[in-house]
């Protein structure tokens, strides 16, 4: 899956990851993003959800976390287990930062989900002059498998 048929390709400069969503207890169960265009205020427009259906009485906590206006993902770690549930991502981190308006990094943020570690931690990290758009990866009925990143350049608002 890839969130990126959310957007309309050129417009992609123009919108934000608003907030994200996670299922998980032990493991990575499923994973949302919400976008807004520049602009938008209220609620972010839902990407597709790519979780597994383990039944409402089953199904693990959903972690909300909205990003403030200017709160950019930088780094995002995972770990795919190689043992309690081999192949399946059993954390995620996510590293975030407030950009202020002229352009100086500012206050961090650090949020994780899931608790099995019992694998070699993965890394993307956001080159310089991009940022973070959108995720991609894969699922299955055992959890999320894989997880990718799609960047895009920065672009500079005209004064």
């Not at 994973?31 to 979780?51: T, V």
């Not at 597994?52 to 990003?67: C, E, R, Y």
């Not at 206006?69 to 975030?96: M, N, Y």
């Amino acid at each position: 899956w890839s969130d990126w048929n959310f957007f309309d390709g050129y417009l992609s400069h123009k919108s934000r990851m608003a907030d994200i969503t996670v299922w998980s207890m032990g493991s990575v169960h499923g994973i949302q993003c919400g976008f807004q265009r520049d602009g938008e205020k209220g609620k972010a427009q839902k990407g597709d959800k790519h979780a597994v259906d383990l039944g409402k009485s089953n199904m693990p906590t959903a972690n909300l976390v909205q990003f403030k206006e200017h709160e950019e993902i930088v780094e995002l770690h995972f770990v795919v287990s190689e043992s309690a549930q081999k192949g399946v991502i059993g954390q995620v981190r996510i590293k975030t930062r407030i950009h202020s308006g002229d352009g100086s990094s500012g206050d961090e943020q650090e949020y994780k989900f899931g608790r099995t570690t019992d694998g070699k931690e993965q890394s993307l990290l956001t080159p310089p002059g991009h940022r973070l758009l959108c995720l991609t990866g894969s699922n299955d009925d055992s959890g999320l498998r894989e997880l990718g990143a799609i960047f895009v350049p920065k672009m500079e608002r005209a004064q």
